[in-house]
């Protein structure tokens, strides 16, 4: 027996999915899927690149006259944009499924089709940041969606701003539907699996922060920390 596995039908009705994941020897559809989220993926972060999100520090070459270094420059961070959606997409899809199924003991075929779900949530919530800053014409370091605003304004530890700017509505929204999957293909109550994916978000959370915060620039330079 096999589950036609239709994305965005089983979008809203995930119950059909997880009784058909149930009783299935294959799923149909599921590389074919992949490869579509793969695409919507490299083609958010090319036109967030295109429309220069991601370039603020190549600006400096364009007015000081640079054109060619500025052009080598653009092409070497189209490149580089591209790498990190293939590697954005890959650790989701494989990474976190590879470390919940060591976890939780949940089927790899199960875990991998719950993080489609899970990129398809976070790029929703990209896409929709990125249309309001397409907007109003500006970008800001912390998403309105997230609590790292509200971070900012009474937190004056620099770590904690971008610590709580990787939690936001969506957060929740992924915890829940990780929950749901989680429940149907583990033993484990809902007490334990739910302390462990608030414990893989944190560690998440707190690893960005800490990339984020560190002086990388400095470090490349030569300037040391």
């Known amino acids: 027996m096999f589950v036609d596995f239709q994305f965005w039908r089983y979008l809203t009705h995930r119950d059909h999915l997880l009784s058909g994941l149930e009783n299935a020897d294959a799923v149909r559809g599921f590389k074919k899927r992949v490869g579509i989220l793969l695409g919507l993926t490299i083609l958010f972060y090319i036109l967030i690149e295109l429309w220069g999100m991601?370039?603020?520090?190549?600006?400096?070459?364009?007015?000081?006259?640079?054109?060619?270094?500025?052009?080598?420059?653009?092409?070497?961070?189209?490149?580089g944009i591209i790498l990190w959606a293939l590697l954005y997409f890959a650790f989701h899809l494989f990474g976190v499924s590879q470390l919940l199924h060591i976890l939780t003991r949940v089927p790899l075929r199960v875990a991998a089709i719950m993080q489609l779900y899970v990129i398809a949530i976070l790029l929703i919530e990209k896409t929709l940041l990125f249309m309001i800053y397409a907007l109003v014409g500006y970008t800001t370091p912390?998403?309105?969606?997230?609590?790292?605003?509200?971070?900012?304004?009474?937190?004056?530890?620099?770590?904690?701003?971008?610590f709580f700017n990787q939690f936001s509505v969506f957060t929740g929204l992924i915890i829940a539907v990780q929950l749901q999957f989680l429940q149907r293909f583990t033993d484990f109550s809902t007490k334990v699996l739910l302390a462990i994916l608030l414990a893989m978000h944190i560690i998440f959370a707190a690893i960005i922060a800490l990339v984020s915060i560190f002086p990388w620039e400095n470090v490349l330079m030569g300037g040391g920390l």
């Open 54 to 79: 991601t370039t603020t520090s190549l600006t400096s070459f364009y007015v000081l006259g640079y054109l060619n270094t500025y052009a080598i420059a653009r092409w070497v961070s189209l490149f």
């Open 142 to 162: 912390f998403s309105f969606l997230s609590f790292g605003p509200l971070a900012a304004n009474f937190l004056h530890m620099e770590f904690f701003h971008y």
